[in-house]
């Protein structure tokens, strides 16, 4: 069965390969279950518009576009393959709250087809708080001395205040005009779905749980009810049909804790085999290629993603080297978090290649000028199987095969994306491994084989509970936003190193010897008249405990 569907009623002037159906009319065809077709109107999964861009505006040969087609077909179906989001349904009845004046009420009961909804109005002055999610909203109003909550599937909402944009479900009819908002909320009551684009996972979530608040960005740069943070149990909670998947909370996670169901870390690198020798043209789908007529250089090969927003350091990093080329993004705005991940890579680029690897434009002009500019870069190419790696552990290792054994300087980072290293006054440090405890991306381990403590600074986020978990003064510090583009970066370093005391009884190793003298050292004195009590403090918890039975019965 083919799962690949090309249609245009004027036909196509060169052959394509036969994996792919080739039709000018809609009506005689196969009722396939395709996976992929260049157009609406093929009962496909996906619709890929780079397609007929690619075939109008490539400069390609003859050959390579034939090739090429078929290849953005198999990227589609990988896509397609490698997705993660879930299609969930939503009931939503007909019951609408409508907050206006009675003029506006008016003119919505002139527009609506009568007792089509069963309609709620209230003024906003007694509106006094809104909660839930469409189809299932709670309002409390005033309603002389007492409260009232209204149940209501949707709410019209004229000028609506700023706490009804976070939700999906509330419409300003004098932002989007009366009658696409009650078009839209005809729509919802007959079909409402939405797709679940996050993946989390709490073991590495840097705000999850901690004594205090040393993360939470995804819910800062949240522009609805998506994410939000429970500050008194510090978890987050997801609404996840709020999503306007705009893909800026997965940019800005420093674990990798939240990953992009669409097209998550195994979807790019798959994808991104495809690009071998080409140079990537990264686009979002709402840049409408469609209408797009711009001349493509030779081996310029579209690469179209829901968002790109939720793109990182990581996954640039994977598109650049498995192409072995700049790359050009063409958006009409990049987060600063995108913004930020660009500039660090771009940097590293630099310093070893003497150019960027990553090229943007935000206007049609901008991009004519970048794929003129775009070109391969000499020796990039890196491929390896990074599968079950985390989002910075990818971001290392790929780092570390660019950088080799070379020394090329460092780079800083920025106001967003963090790395950093972890400095340790060793003198001060006792090993109570409280930072180990802290650090949750594995950045800070403990060796038992030498009694060490380790950091690889390529995976460190630079979160700072290490610095606020430990005990001892002036003993942690961590030096923010550098990465040090050289071998010993990628490789575990010894910050602190002692030997274990043994107890002064049996002679088991209980702690570490720094330990046991600080301890010593804080009680000796208090102990000072009662010698047993002071060599307890050298002895393991069982002989501590025995020391103390056995003084207490020579004293009774």
Same mark, same amino acid.
């Given at each position: 069965?083919?799962?690949?569907?090309?249609?245009?009623?004027?036909?196509?002037?060169?052959?394509?390969?036969?994996?792919?159906?080739?039709?000018?009319?809609?009506?005689?065809?196969?009722?396939?279950?395709?996976?992929?077709?260049?157009?609406?109107?093929?009962?496909?999964?996906? &619709?890929?518009?780079? *397609?007929?861009?690619? +075939?109008?505006?490539? =400069?390609?040969?003859? !050959?390579? $576009?034939?090739?090429?087609?078929?290849?953005?077909?198999?990227?589609?179906?990988?896509?397609?393959?490698?997705?993660?989001?879930?299609?969930?349904?939503?009931?939503?009845?007909?019951?609408?709250?409508?907050?206006?004046?009675?003029?506006?009420?008016?003119?919505?009961?002139?527009?609506?087809?009568?007792?089509?909804?069963?309609?709620?109005?209230?003024?906003?002055?007694?509106?006094?708080?809104?909660?839930?999610?469409?189809?299932?909203?709670?309002?409390?109003?005033?309603?002389?001395?007492?409260? &009232?909550?209204?149940? *209501?599937?949707?709410? +019209?909402?004229?000028? =609506?205040?700023?706490? !009804?944009? $976070?939700?999906?479900?509330?419409?300003?009819?004098?932002?989007?005009?009366?009658?696409?908002?009650?078009?839209?909320?005809?729509?919802?009551?007959?079909?409402?779905?939405?797709?679940?684009?996050?993946?989390?996972?709490?073991?590495?979530?840097?705000?999850?749980?901690?004594?205090?608040?040393?993360?939470?960005?995804?819910?800062?740069?949240?522009?609805?009810?998506?994410?939000?943070?429970?500050?008194?149990?510090?978890?987050?909670?997801?609404?996840?049909?709020?999503?306007?998947?705009?893909?800026?909370?997965?940019?800005?996670?420093?674990?990798?804790?939240?990953?992009?169901?669409?097209?998550?870390?195994?979807?790019?690198?798959?994808?991104?085999?495809?690009?071998?020798?080409?140079?990537?043209?990264?686009?979002?789908?709402?840049?409408?290629?469609?209408?797009?007529?711009?001349?493509?250089?030779?081996?310029?090969?579209?690469?179209?993603?829901?968002?790109?927003?939720?793109?990182?350091?990581?996954?640039?990093?994977?598109?650049?080297?498995?192409?072995?080329?700049?790359?050009?993004?063409?958006?009409?705005?990049?987060?600063?978090?995108?913004?930020?991940?660009?500039?660090?890579?771009?940097?590293?680029?630099?310093?070893?290649?003497?150019?960027?690897?990553?090229?943007?434009?935000?206007?049609?002009?901008?991009?004519?000028?970048?794929?003129?500019?775009?070109?391969?870069?000499?020796?990039?190419?890196?491929?390896?199987?990074?599968?079950?790696?985390?989002?910075?552990?990818?971001?290392?290792?790929?780092?570390?095969?660019?950088?080799?054994?070379?020394?090329?300087?460092?780079?800083?980072?920025?106001?967003?994306?963090?790395?950093?290293?972890?400095?340790?006054?060793?003198?001060?440090?006792?090993?109570?491994?409280?930072?180990?405890?802290?650090?949750?991306?594995?950045?800070?381990?403990?060796?038992?084989?030498?009694?060490?403590?380790?950091?690889?600074?390529?995976?460190?986020?630079?979160?700072?509970?290490?610095?606020?978990?430990?005990?001892?003064?002036?003993?942690?510090?961590?030096?923010?936003?550098?990465?040090?583009?050289?071998?010993?970066?990628?490789?575990?370093?010894?910050?602190?190193?002692?030997?274990?005391?043994?107890?002064?009884?049996?002679?088991?190793?209980?702690?570490?010897?720094?330990?046991?003298?600080?301890?010593?050292?804080?009680?000796?004195?208090?102990?000072?008249?009662?010698?047993?009590?002071?060599?307890?403090?050298?002895?393991?918890?069982?002989?501590?405990?025995?020391?103390?039975?056995?003084?207490?019965?020579?004293?009774?």
């Amino acid at each position: 069965m083919q799962e690949f569907i090309y249609y245009n009623k004027d036909g196509i002037d060169f052959p394509l390969p036969e994996t792919i159906l080739v039709t000018q009319s809609l009506t005689d065809i196969p009722q396939n279950e395709y996976i992929v077709s260049n157009t609406k109107g093929t009962q496909a999964e996906l &619709v890929a518009d780079e *397609i007929d861009f690619y +075939i109008k505006n490539s =400069q390609d040969s003859l !050959a390579s $576009k034939i090739k090429n087609v078929e290849k953005l077909y198999e990227i589609n179906a990988t896509k397609f393959d490698f997705a993660r989001d879930m299609l969930f349904k939503e009931e939503v009845n007909n019951t609408v709250l409508l907050i206006c004046d009675n003029e506006q009420k008016s003119e919505v009961l002139r527009s609506m087809v009568p007792d089509e909804f069963d309609l709620f109005h209230v003024t906003e002055d007694i509106v006094k708080d809104l909660k839930g999610q469409i189809g299932n909203f709670t309002a409390t109003v005033a309603d002389g001395e007492k409260d &009232v909550d209204l149940s *209501i599937s949707q709410v +019209i909402w004229y000028n =609506q205040k700023d706490i !009804a944009c $976070k939700y999906t479900g509330i419409f300003d009819p004098v932002e989007e005009g009366l009658d696409d908002v009650l078009a839209q909320i005809r729509t919802n009551i007959s079909n409402f779905e939405y797709r679940k684009v996050i993946a989390y996972d709490s073991s590495i979530c840097q705000y999850h749980e901690r004594r205090e608040e040393v993360c939470g960005r995804c819910e800062g740069v949240c522009p609805t009810n998506a994410i939000t943070k429970i500050d008194e149990v510090k978890h987050l909670e997801f609404s996840h049909v709020d999503c306007t998947n705009c893909g800026e909370c997965f940019s800005v996670c420093p674990s990798g804790s939240l990953e992009y169901t669409p097209q998550g870390k195994e979807s790019i690198y798959n994808v991104s085999t495809f690009y071998k020798d080409t140079h990537p043209l990264i686009v979002p789908s709402k840049m409408n290629l469609k209408s797009l007529e711009i001349e493509v250089k030779e081996n310029v090969l579209p690469f179209v993603l829901d968002t790109a927003l939720f793109l990182d350091e990581s996954s640039l990093l994977t598109i650049t080297q498995m192409s072995g080329s700049q790359i050009v993004i063409y958006n009409d705005y990049f987060s600063d978090s995108i913004k930020n991940s660009i500039q660090i890579i771009n940097d590293v680029y630099q310093a070893k290649y003497k150019k960027d690897a990553i090229l943007t434009a935000t206007s049609e002009d901008e991009l004519k000028e970048k794929l003129e500019e775009v070109s391969f870069v000499e020796n990039s190419y890196v491929n390896y199987n990074q599968q079950g790696q985390r989002k910075r552990e990818v971001f290392a290792s790929r780092l570390e095969k660019l950088v080799g054994d070379q020394d090329y300087g460092t780079v800083k980072t920025g106001e967003v994306v963090h790395y950093g290293k972890v400095k340790i006054n060793e003198a001060n440090c006792t090993l109570c491994l409280s930072c180990v405890g802290a650090c949750n991306v594995n950045a800070l381990v403990a060796n038992a084989e030498d009694n060490t403590l380790r950091l690889n600074a390529s995976i460190c986020t630079a979160c700072g509970y290490c610095e606020s978990s430990c005990p001892e003064a002036d003993c942690l510090t961590i030096e923010r936003d550098v990465i040090e583009l050289k071998p010993t970066w990628f490789k575990e370093e010894v910050l602190a190193q002692d030997t274990l005391f043994a107890c002064v009884e049996c002679g088991k190793e209980f702690a570490t010897t720094k330990a046991v003298e600080k301890i010593a050292n804080m009680m000796g004195p208090i102990f000072a008249s009662n010698p047993v009590k002071q060599r307890t403090l050298y002895c393991c918890e069982d002989c501590k405990a025995k020391l103390m039975i056995k003084q207490g019965l020579l004293n009774a």
